[in-house]
């Protein structure tokens, strides 16, 4: 599980790092917030499917497009409740489109990886 942990915060830092600047770089090109942090989303995505796939859970013997559509389902949940904090932040408070994504980003990773960690990568008896 400590290595399980340590693989999801490695993955998920590079992955959320993909995200942010994607985002921050959409963003200074002239996408509105809720656009650029599509953009993000879109690019983290993969980088974040495949490092957990390959290394935080990679003792999995889940099937591999059973794992990817739960892992996805995740994703745009997480990305959903994303797109919903970022949209109260910068309505709501005086804070940077930069600051709002950041602080939003870290809230959602706890639930990403548990929803992933006991739901998307979990082997059932039965499953190929």
């Not at 996408?31 to 599509?38: G, H, K, M, R, Y």
């Not at 995740?74 to 409740?81: H, M, S, T």
């Not at 994303?82 to 932040?89: H, I, S």
């Not at 709501?92 to 739901?119: E, K, Q």
Request: aromatic share 18%; glycine share 8%; with cysteine.
């Amino acid at each position: 599980m400590r290595a399980s942990v340590l693989g999801f915060v490695s993955v998920g830092a590079f992955a959320a790092a993909v995200h942010y600047v994607m985002a921050l770089l959409a963003h200074a090109w002239g996408l509105s917030p809720a656009q650029a942090n599509w953009i993000g989303f879109l690019c983290a995505f993969p980088v974040s499917y495949l490092g957990h796939r390959l290394w935080s859970f990679r003792g999995t013997q889940a099937n591999h497009l059973a794992a990817f559509c739960k892992f996805f389902a995740v994703a745009l949940l997480g990305f959903f409740g994303n797109q919903a904090l970022l949209w109260l932040g910068l309505n709501y408070t005086p804070l940077p489109f930069w600051l709002v994504l950041g602080c939003v980003m870290v809230m959602v990773a706890a639930s990403t990886w548990l929803l992933s960690r006991f739901w998307a990568f979990q082997h059932h008896e039965g499953q190929a």
